[in-house]
Every structure is written in structure tokens, then in C-alpha cells.
């Protein structure tokens, strides 16, 4: 199969198997955490601002799960570095599927979006703008 | 012949009634209905959360609907009689089917074993229920009775306690004897475990709450689909079961209770249908089983449910629990053969139709995907069992789930995808 594969194209295999920026950040600005109950797939992201307090400079993520879920991760810590909070603020499920560059099935949705709700939720809380302990995906799975 | 000689069960002919196992999957799917773009064999194998639909339990929704369809117990008219006496015909066939003497005064239908269970929580246990009393359960118990008595536990102020799974997947019969005590008024047991494919010795559980003075409630939603079951011999107190689980359409499940014990309860749900007399100022209730079947009711479905009934008696369950053992054990044996596979539950030879698993190095959901993509369909998660899971230290597993349309060929099937998957990650 491998190639045949539609989901899992050698882009998400790559980030999930060789997982980039994992780890911690030494001094993040921010650190927040979130699962999908359902799944137990878990992320941790540290953000890093720059000086300006708006502009993300490093992300690092670690955690542990299913394939989507961590490739997404993985692709996210590239793409974040450069971008404003609020531009985070502003990415949408779309985007996600973009980055990721395949179809997501329905059900998988909230794998793939794991990591980006975590970010946003992080940098929420960093805004003081909600008060959460931890980011947790609805649970759709029965 | 070949067929007759391999499987308890006329494979090729009980296909032959259902055509959805040959359409083809994998197009797009926001426009279902539409299957043009679809290119791959479907290989179903997640039963467990639904069975199909053969044509005979279609064509009897479709007679209902174009020969008699009116609202039940209303009409003086032709049709609402006949569609009256289809529906209450039902109750009696469903009776007979699980063995309960009563008939349809024993049998209530719901909209499924999840309605069954709240409704005897809500009817009996809301005012049964108090401090000092508890209700016993398993840790292998479905979301469908472990979170309703959990929160009925909680809103009277009982205690719930679960019986110990032990490492092969079976109940611990010597804590069971510890805790169902006294104090203890309901208890509440899964028949076959819709994860681990336990078979529970319920009716010893029934004489075990018996002895103590407490109701016996068995959720059959994966035993009455799968094997002959007769609810006076389990002597279960209250009994549940789906219709969509065993060639019947959805929105239709029964709660079998003892006709005595429903007889002293309370309505669930008021309204329509399940009154006697109204005043202004109070209302007496309709005989069994009307009294908890609140407004129009189910009708195609429960003439449906009926049907589907027909169709399994037909095959005889005692050929179904054959046929379900049959692959079990097959499909048992062939994941046993790899060392990266572990499965969950107690050996081959001595389960229900299904087969819990995970694979090392590919998560749950991820190898259903991958499964997925080559038409194999199967269950990845929980399956309602999110406690049992915690315990197995497992966040999710994959489901294979049998029924009487599925062969070896579709277990290998299964087994050809989990190596592609396996290579994938590799
Ligand atoms: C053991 C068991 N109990 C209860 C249920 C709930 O059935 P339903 O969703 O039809 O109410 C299921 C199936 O999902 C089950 O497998």
C-alpha cells in the first residue's frame, strides 16, 4: 500500500517518524497542554515570543499519539516561527488541512487540530483572556 | 455444498440479502448516496455497533409504510387497526424471541438498550435509590449503564461498586461475592462484553443479587443479537437489547422486565398513549407495556424489529453463536500469530463474536484510517468502555466484529491490511 495511501503521505509519515522542534523550550513565554480524551493523543506546546510580545519567534512540542495528531504538531512548530499571536489567533481548521496537505477524514478532524488549539488556547491564557487548565477536544468518539 | 460444510451457516445465501456488502467504498463521502467514485470492496467488520439490514426486514418497514402506515391505539379506522395489531404483534414476537412467557406486557420497546437502562433508573431508581443503598456493576460495563448508574448513584445518594476484571478479561466471581451485599439493590451486568468479548456468567449474578434481595438487570445489547438467549433461565429482573444490532433498523431497542416488578413502577416518560383516564387535576396509566411508551411510538420500526426477529430465528441462533464463534476463534488465532499484537480479553475458544487489539507500533486510530482506505471496517476508540480501557492502560483499541455475512476470507482480509499499515510505519 504506502504510497497508495491518502492520508498518510509521505509528508506526515516524515513529521510523525523524525518529529521536528520536539522537546522543550528553555524559557518559554508560554506552555500549555491538551488532549483528545478519546484518542489519548496529548500535546504539549512552549512558545517563545520575541520582544515586541506579539511575534512568535520559537515552538517547541512534545507528546504523544496518534500520527496525525503529532505530525500536525510537528509541521506547526515550522510554520509558527514569524507569525503574530494574532494571526494564530485567526487559523482555522482549513489552514491545518492545508499545512497538512491531505484530506483529513471527518472523524480525524480533531486529531489534526489538536495542536493548533492548544497554541491558541496557550496564548489565550497568556493574554489573560481565558482560564483554563488544559485544552480538551470534544469528545466525538463513542 | 462447500459452503454448508465450512460455516454453521449459509454464508453465500445470507449475503445474498443484504446488498450493501456489495457496494464498494473510499469516494467522497459528504454526498452519501452517491457511491459513483467508490473503487474498494467493503470488508465489514464493525457489527458490533450496527449489523445490517436484509431485505426482508426492509421490504416489511416498506409493506408497513405503503400498506398500513397510521398512528397506533387511536384510530377507529382500518388502518390504524391493523397498523395496532402489527405493533402490538411485535411485542408478543420479541417476547417469544428472548423467552419471556409474559409476552408484550413483559416487553417494552424503547428507542434502545440505552433508553432501556435509563429508563429503569429513572422509573425505579430515582425512587428506590438512597444513602446506604448500592448498585453493582463490572468494570467491563458500556457507558450505556455504567455512566446512568453512576449519575442516579450520584442523585440519590447511592454507592455504585464494579466487580474486578481479572488479566484473562473474566469477572472475579469471588469479589462479586463481596460486593453485592446487603446493602446492595440493583445489579447491573453486561452479558457479552462489547470490548473484551467476555461471555458473564449472569445468571449466577441474578442468583447472587437474588439472594440479597436485589434486581438483576442484564444488558444484552451484544448477547441476544449473537447466541439463543432466554431471560427466564438467566432469571434477569430487567433485560436490554437493540434492534440495530441484530438486523433491525435503528430507533428501536426493548426493555424485558418482570411483569410484576414493571407493573409496580412509575412512568418514565408522560404524555399520549400510555393514559387511561385524564382530569384537569390527575392521570392513571395504561396497561403493560403501554404505560412506558409514551406518544407515537416506533411503529415501523418495532413491525421491523419483528421482522428482524424472523429472520435470525430462520438461521436459528444456536447456527448464529456457531457461525460468531466460528470466526472469534479464527480471527483470535490469526492476530495471536504476531508478536507486535496484543488482544484484549479471554482466549479464542471461549468469547463472543468480536476481537479487541492494538497494534505496537500504529495507534488505534491511526491503523483504523489506514484500514479504512482499503475498504476494511472496523472500530477505533473506546467502543464506550473508556473506564475498561483506562484499566488496560490502553487509550483506544481496534474493534473486529462479526456477524453472520462475514467469512475467514474477510478476517484475512483484515489481516492483509494490518501488514500494510504495519509496513506504512515501519
Ligand atoms: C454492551 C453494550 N451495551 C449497550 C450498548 C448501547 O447500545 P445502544 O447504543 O443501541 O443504546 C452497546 C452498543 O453500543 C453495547 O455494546
Redesign the interface.
Known sequence: MGIGSDMYRQQIMDHYKNPRNHGRLESPTFTHTGENPSCGDTITMDVQLADDGETIERVAFSGDGCAISQASASMLTQRLPGTTLSELEAMDTDDITEMLGVDISPMRIKCAVLARQVAQDGAKIHDGEIEIEQTKTEDGDD | MRVQESYPVDVDAIRADFPILQRKVGGD?STPGEHDDDDTPLVYLDNAATSHTPEQVVDAIIDYYHGYNSNVHRGIHHLSQEASVAYENAHDRVAEFIGASGGREEVVFTKNTTESMNLVAYAWGLDELGPGDSVVMTEMEHHASLVTWQQIAKKTGAEVRYIRVDDDGRLDMEHAKELIDDSTKMVSVVHVSNTLGTVNPVSELADMAHEVGAYAFVDGAQSVPTRPVDVEDIDADFFAFSGHKMCGPTGIGALYGKRDILEEMQPYLYGGEMIRSVTYEDSTWEDLPWKFEAGTPPIAQGVGFAAAVDYLDDIGMENVQAHEELLAEYAYDRLGEFDDIEIYGPPGDDRGGLVAFNLDS?????LS??L???GVAIRA????T?PLHDKLG???STRASFYIYNTREEVDALIDAID??R???A
Open positions: 463521502i500504529v495507534h488505534a486510530h491511526d484510517s489506514i479504512n482506505e482499503q476508540g473506546d467502543h464506550c473508556q490502553a487509550a483506544a500494510a499499515a509496513e506504512l510505519f
